[in-house]
């Protein structure tokens, strides 16, 4: 069993940044960044390939998030920076066995998510 595990959440304040970090156990996946506001659906926000050598980024965080890894740690991090009180939500990590692009459904393993509070 794949276990996904993220860490780093917390309150941070607008125009501050944070570190996300996520640990999946077994194989090297292809991994992405979702979160989830109350009220709203869950949305992409940043995906990186087995070998780290591509990303994709959703068009809302592209230029304030970078997505990296470190697979001898066999970890994710999500640098979050310049951020914004709309960046409040559930963050999750996800590994998956064919992409590292939006397609929620190609995904195969989820962690449970952490909060992120963007205080104004």
């Known amino acids: 069993q794949v276990h996904v595990r993220e860490s780093g959440g917390g309150l941070v304040q607008a125009g501050g940044s944070l570190r996300l970090s996520c640990v999946a156990s077994?194989?090297?996946?292809?991994m992405g960044w979702f979160r989830q506001a109350s009220g709203k659906e869950r949305e992409f926000l940043a995906g990186?390939?087995?070998?780290?050598?591509?990303?994709s980024y959703a068009d809302s965080v592209k230029g304030r998030f970078t997505i990296s890894r470190d697979n001898a740690k066999n970890s994710v991090s999500l640098q979050m920076d310049s951020a914004q009180p709309d960046d409040t939500a559930v963050y999750s990590c996800a590994a998956s066995k064919v992409t590292w692009e939006s397609y929620q459904h190609l995904y195969d393993y989820w962690g449970q998510g952490i909060q992120v509070t963007v205080s104004s």
């Open positions: 990186i390939s087995a070998s780290g050598g591509q990303t």
């Open positions: 077994g194989r090297t996946y292809h």
